[in-house]
């Protein structure tokens, strides 16, 4: 029988958050909801779902493979050029590309943990190493990230903010940190919730694209505009790290849809501060519950929220919310993830917390 290779066999699969519909099916019950893959709730704007329609009537056409009208509407509001972004299938996509792109096999990348979990696998498929540098208060620990650069390093992912726990990054530690990180070595700055982020220290990336620095900015129309069911995002690169990356893009990777609703999606800026409220409201009032049940969390600059359950819990509460009809996401032993929800489904949140906690 054919065999994969060793380093492809040993990967463990991801496990995306439970659909609803499967749940349901499981357990016999209706009304669940899902707070596990920091998915928008509202939804996207109502013009990126008329062009979505509008589409339709072409579907028999291929899309355009370089995204032409897209990158133009994007270029313009990010005030880069159209040569320096790259639309791929999620920004999952463009992870994946700029592994295969650079990584040969045995090549370094370096990424903290926890931090998504996507990146140490795409780097294992390369047959490629990761290195994981343990958070610090819950944050990248950027200075033991640059002293893990050896002269195998070619990627260094940086979450900002972090998924599984909200944090963020400053300017004065980024700063400190691409100091450090020398040519040939590609910063992947990873900011698909940066819109959700209040903290004025919060680092702006773009400052070291302008720089000309080696550093791609990956961004995502899953989270704030509510697209995660299309599948697209965006890396944004000097030329010429975007020249390379299109080597190995597929030359259809971005669906017509998706690409529609994308430019919609980037003109309603109503849409996007609507969402952002909700998630402001819907976090202050879950920190407020949290303390009441007395479970330690760690503030979010996200659309979610790392909360600590206690040792060796993070199952049993999260199969317990699950009859419930709550889903949310273990995190290891000690912790769960949840996403910040409408109103009346963090409410269910809170009570079936409640309940498994005790
Ligand atoms: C940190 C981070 N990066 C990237 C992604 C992938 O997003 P996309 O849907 O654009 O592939 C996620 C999705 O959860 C994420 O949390």
């Known amino acids: 029988m054919i065999k994969a290779p060793e380093h492809i066999s040993s990967i463990k699969p991801y496990v995306p958050g439970k659909p609803v519909e499967e749940l349901e099916r499981e357990l016999g019950i209706s009304e669940s909801v899902k ?15 008329k062009a979505i329609r509008n589409g339709l009537k072409t579907l028999h056409r291929y899309p355009d493979g370089n995204c032409y009208y897209l990158k133009d509407v994007l270029s313009k509001k990010l005030r880069v050029s159209s040569d320096q972004i790259l639309f791929g299938n999620g920004s999952n996509e463009i992870i994946e590309l700029a592994v295969r792109t650079f990584i040969n096999p045995g090549d370094e990348a370096i990424m903290a943990h926890p931090s998504f979990v996507v990146y140490s696998m795409i780097v294992q498929a390369a047959n490629g190493k990761s290195n994981l540098v343990p958070l610090r208060d819950w944050r990248h620990d950027l200075d033991a990230m640059a002293s893990r650069i050896t002269d195998r390093t070619r990627l260094i992912f940086i979450a900002n903010p972090n998924n599984p726990t909200g944090t963020i990054n400053t300017m004065d530690e980024m700063d400190r940190f691409v100091k450090k990180v020398p040519e040939g070595v590609l910063i992947v700055v990873d900011e698909a919730y940066s819109e959700y982020v209040d903290a004025p220290e919060y680092a702006d990336s773009f400052t070291y694209l302008r720089a000309s620095k080696e550093i791609l900015i990956l961004r995502t129309f899953s ?24 080597k190995v893009r597929q030359p259809f990777n971005v669906n017509s849809l998706a690409q529609a609703a ?90 079936a917390l409640g309940k498994a906690i005790t």
């Open 223 to 246: 989270k704030i505009y509510g697209l995660a069911g299309l599948r697209i995002g965006y890396g944004v690169a000097q030329a010429s790290i975007i020249q390379e990356l299109n």
């Open 35 to 49: 707070l596990a893959s920091n998915e928008n709730p509202m939804g996207p704007s109502p013009s990126a779902v």
């Open 262 to 351: 994308a430019i919609e999606a980037l003109r309603d800026d109503n849409h996007v501060k609507k969402v952002k409220q909700m998630n402001t409201r819907g976090k202050k009032f879950l920190y407020r519950e949290l303390k009441n049940l007395g479970v330690t969390f760690v503030p979010s600059e996200a659309n979610f929220i790392y909360v600590v359950v206690g040792e060796n819990d993070a199952e049993r509460v999260y199969n317990k919310m699950l009859k419930l009809g709550v889903i949310v996401r273990p995190m290891g032993p000690n912790s769960i993830r949840i996403t910040v929800g409408l109103q009346g489904e963090n409410k269910k949140l809170v009570h």
